[in-house]
Structure formats: C-alpha cells, structure tokens
C-alpha cells in the first residue's frame, strides 16, 4: 500500500512540474518572443533545457531505459526514477515512448522481489 501510494505520489509530482514548465515556460508567445533571443538568460535558460529535454523524445528514451532496467535489477527505486521521468514525458510532448514507459516502470514497482 505504501508503495502504490509514493508511486502514485511521484507520478503526480512529476506531471504537476512537467504542466507548470509546459504551460508557464514553453507555450506562451510571450516566452518564446523573449526567450528567441535570450536563450540561456534567466526564466529562458529554463525553458531551453525543457524544450532540449523533450526534443527527440529524449526525457521519455531515458525514461524508458530506467523502466527497463528496473525490471531487470528488481529495483524499486530505478521503478520510481523511471516512473517522474515518464509522467514527466506524457506532459511534455513525448507520450509514444513516455507511455510504454509508465507501464513499466509501474510493473517494476508492484513486481515481488525474487527470493
């Protein structure tokens, strides 16, 4: 129980931070016409590596690596990384790869450990 409630937890972090950076940073015309030239100054260093994160689908790749190295090492913690980095990836524009990844990263988490 207390595991579905900190996996539960985590993942609603994670998507609450990732909808704050989508909706406050990355979307507003206001932010992407002073950030087009201010790239790496102040609010706008930000929202560039948000948008370098989700480029490529690389937040949901590496979310989806963790996941899968969870599964293999039976490690809850790996489970729980993989889990904020994929809700993360739903948010933030990578749901192809991001999806499969909260499917395993939440198997990693509610598999019994081998004996």
Same mark, same amino acid.
């Given at each position: 129980?207390? =595991?579905? %409630?900190?996996?539960?937890?985590? $993942?609603? @972090?994670? !998507? &609450? *931070?990732?909808?704050?950076? +989508? ?33 490529? =689908?690389? %937040?949901?790749?590496?979310?989806? $690596?963790? @996941?899968? !190295? &969870? *599964?293999?090492?039976?490690? +809850? ?39």
């Amino acid at each position: 129980m207390r =595991d579905t %409630l900190l996996g539960g937890t985590v $993942a609603l @972090a994670s !998507l &609450a *931070l990732a909808a704050m950076l +989508r909706f406050q940073l990355v979307e507003p015309a206001a932010m992407t016409a002073t950030c087009d030239a201010l790239r790496w100054q102040g609010w706008c260093a930000l929202r560039t590596l948000t948008i370098e994160a989700f480029i490529h =689908d690389r %937040l949901a790749m590496a979310a989806l $690596a963790v @996941a899968i !190295l &969870a *599964l293999l090492r039976h490690s +809850r913690r790996l489970g729980l990384l993989a889990l904020a980095a994929a809700s993360g990836g739903l948010m933030l524009y990578s749901a192809t790869l991001a999806a499969p990844a909260v499917l395993l990263a939440a198997l990693a988490l509610v598999r019994q450990p081998t004996a």
